[in-house]
Each structure stands twice: as C-alpha cells, then as structure tokens.
C-alpha cells in the first residue's frame, strides 16, 4: 500500500510541475519561416525575440479562457496535492480520499476544456508561420489531462489501510 501511495504521490508532482511547464512555456504551436522556428504559446510569439501575441479581438476572449483555464488547473492540483498530504496523516484507516480526487477531477475540468477551447480555435493558426504544428508544451497539456483523470479515479477508489 506504502508503494502505491508513493507512486500516486510521484506521479501527481510530475503532473503539477508538466502543468506549470505548459502553461509558463511558449511552445503550444511551433511553425517555420524565412528567418527561422516560430513558436507561439499562451502569452508570447517568440522568432528569434518573444513579443506579445497578436490575437484577433474575435479570438482574444477564447485566449484568455484558455489561460485562465490552464491557470485554475495548476492551482487545483497543488490543492489536490496539499489536501492527500493533510488527508494522509489525518485520516483514519479504511477512510477514502474523496476530497483530492473530487479536486483533482476539477483539475480534469479545468485542463480538459482549456485544451478542447486551444484545440478548436488556434490550431493550424499561426501569424508568419508556415507548416504550423503542435509543440511539446500542447502536447504535455493532454498528457496532464490523462494523468490527472487516473490519478482523480485513483484518490476516490483509494483505501488508507
């Protein structure tokens, strides 16, 4: 049981700081152009220097959804974390942690339709770019959604034995 608490307990850490790498990097859509890689994220289109990403006004408040989205993900899976740790040493035998996995399946929420939103509005999209594509931060943004629905599952099937 020991193990398998450490094991959930390695993988949520890994899933916070994939969370914070996504969201702080700008490497969501990677595109090339006469000069050189152009990549864009949630905050900055970066070429050889990073200026502030130009976004239609029809487009600016899907943008913002999707960093506020991205943002409430980050801060539920530290709660999520915080909470199995108080739970951990707080809770009695055979008591279930219904509290982290409801909060980490908000986490699921939150990072789920801030990637569907990214998904559907700015994909294939890139101002001076050709042969637009997914970068490694859009990818580890759907790898935290896989990890932080098992890991929410987990903490509400779990039994502190």
Request: aromatic share 14%; hydrophobic share 60%.
């Amino acid at each position: 049981m020991l193990v398998l608490l450490a094991g959930i307990f390695v993988v949520h850490i890994a899933t916070v700081i994939m969370l914070f790498v996504s969201t702080i990097a700008n490497v969501w859509m990677v595109g090339s152009s006469n000069f050189a890689t152009i990549s864009t994220g949630l905050w900055l289109l970066c070429n050889n220097t990073c200026t502030q990403l130009p976004v239609s006004s029809q487009d600016e408040a899907s943008l913002k959804a999707v960093q506020a989205f991205m943002i409430l993900s980050i801060i539920f899976s530290v709660v999520a974390l915080v909470l199995f740790i108080i739970q951990l040493f707080t809770l009695e035998k055979g008591k279930r942690f219904y509290v982290t996995g409801a909060v980490m399946l908000v986490c699921w929420m939150c990072i789920l339709i801030a990637v569907s939103i990214y998904t559907a509005r700015f994909t294939g999209t890139m101002v001076y770019a050709t042969n637009p594509h997914h970068g490694y931060c859009f990818i580890l943004a759907w790898i935290c959604f896989c990890f932080s629905f098992i890991i929410g599952i987990l903490y509400l099937v779990l039994r502190k034995k």
